[in-house]
T-cell receptor, first 114, second 115 residues
Framework: AQSVSQHNHHVILSEAASLELGCNYSYGGTVNLFWYVQYPGQHLQLLLKYFSGDPLVKGIKGFEAEFIKSKFSFNLRKPSVQWSDTAEYFCAVNANQAGTALIFGKGTTLSVSS | DTGVSQNPRHKITKRGQNVTFRCDPISEHNRLYWYRQTLGQGPEFLTYFQNEAQLEKSRLLSDRFSAERPKGSFSTLEIQRTEQGDSAMYLC?????????????FGSGTRLTVV
């Protein structure tokens, strides 16, 4: 069975600081990987995704993530965070087969102070 | 199209009562998923449909839970004899099966409080 582990439960940063959120998954086959963001009071939104090709993927709002297959990792990064990045971030994975359900990590709460 | 729509947004019910939630997916999406999210946790998969067929159910989905998707359009999730542990946000998402690498579009959820 697939599983997702997010290492940081709550991250507190000042504006302009760099961000890296860890995500590791457990699955032996080919996977699709996602980061979702949930801003306060809003629904889950797709931040970025990886399913093949360049392991460094860029998403919206300056976020990027790198898929390292040998480490089963898909860490999220942003060089300089803004106060508006305060949100909950979820890493998710599904097997690269049509219709398999997304499995989510427990999430990381990011708080950015201005 | 306005995305995935869920109703009601909030539901407060007494323990033991039955509740039903509705999800209207993006019209061209043939896959529909139900998740449950509790405070401090990520969404937990409950079940999914391809068109009208329910193809997978999580072990989290007890016998008190039932989901339907008649005609492959909207879906309903019913919880019978609600318990306090059922209090959570119930999320619906939809996707196109050929876009398996594109992720899901989520609705805003239905928050259930069982008192």
């Amino acid at each position: 069975a697939q599983s997702v582990s997010q290492h940081n439960h709550h991250v507190i940063l000042s504006e302009a600081a760099s961000l890296e959120l860890g995500c590791n998954y457990s699955y032996g086959g080919t996977v699709n990987l996602f980061w979702y963001v949930q801003y306060p009071g809003q629904h889950l939104q797709l931040l970025l995704k990886y399913f093949s090709g360049d392991p460094l993927v860029k998403g919206i709002k300056g976020f990027e993530a790198e898929f390292i297959k040998s480490k089963f990792s898909f860490n999220l990064r942003k060089p300089s965070v803004q106060w508006s990045d305060t949100a909950e971030y979820f890493c998710a994975v599904n097997a690269n087969q049509a219709g398999t359900a997304l499995i989510f990590g427990k999430g990381t709460t990011l708080s950015v102070s201005s | 199209d306005t995305g995935v729509s869920q109703n009601p947004r909030h539901k407060i019910t007494k323990r033991g009562q039955n509740v039903t939630f509705r999800c209207d997916p993006i019209s061209e999406h043939n896959r529909l998923y139900w998740y449950r999210q509790t405070l401090g946790q990520g969404p937990e998969f409950l079940t999914y449909f391809q068109n009208e067929a329910q193809l997978e159910k999580s072990r989290l989905l007890s016998d008190r839970f039932s989901a339907e998707r008649p005609k492959g359009s909207f879906s309903t999730l019913e919880i019978q004899r609600t318990e306090q542990g059922d209090s959570a946000m119930y999320l619906c998402a939809s996707s196109l099966d050929r876009d398996r690498g594109h992720g899901y579009t989520f609705g805003s959820g239905t928050r259930l409080t069982v008192v």
